[in-house]
């Protein structure tokens, strides 16, 4: 069974970027989308973005629409999220996992399905 691997965190001052990567999430006959989710300290985890795993637009949380691009390498089978306009509250650890079925559930952290250890991404104001 695929094992997606995050990567791409760091430390970075407010209003900088960076791309998370994510390697080998692979649809199966049951997980057809993808989706990072984070969690800050002291907090439940949360959903941030997602898309579909056979491609197509991506799905945000309003805290990151506009700033916030995921997006799917099918050739390379990575799947990255491009952070820009970074914020403090941005500051969490990052998964990226994989589910399955409506928009609405995939949109719940709960659904989701992870094989990584999450990449850190600190903030700084």
């Known amino acids: 069974q695929a094992q997606p691997v995050e990567s791409g965190g760091g430390l970075v001052q407010a209003g900088g970027s960076l791309r998370l990567s994510c390697a080998g999430p692979e649809r199966t006959h049951r997980m057809d989308r993808v989706g990072w989710i984070r969690q800050a300290p002291g907090r439940d985890r949360e959903f941030v973005a997602g898309?579909?795993?056979?491609?197509?637009?991506?799905y945000y949380a309003d805290s990151v629409k506009g700033r916030f691009t995921i997006s799917r390498d099918m050739d390379t089978n990575m799947v990255y999220l491009q952070m820009t306009l970074l914020k403090p509250e941005d500051t969490a650890r990052y998964y990226c996992?994989?589910?399955?079925?409506?928009?609405?559930?995939?949109?719940?952290?709960?659904?989701?399905?992870?094989r990584g250890q999450g990449t850190q991404v600190t903030v700084s104001s």
């Open positions: 996992g994989t589910t399955f079925g409506t928009l609405v559930g995939a949109k719940n952290w709960k659904t989701y399905t992870f």
């Open positions: 898309m579909a795993l056979s491609g197509g637009s991506g």
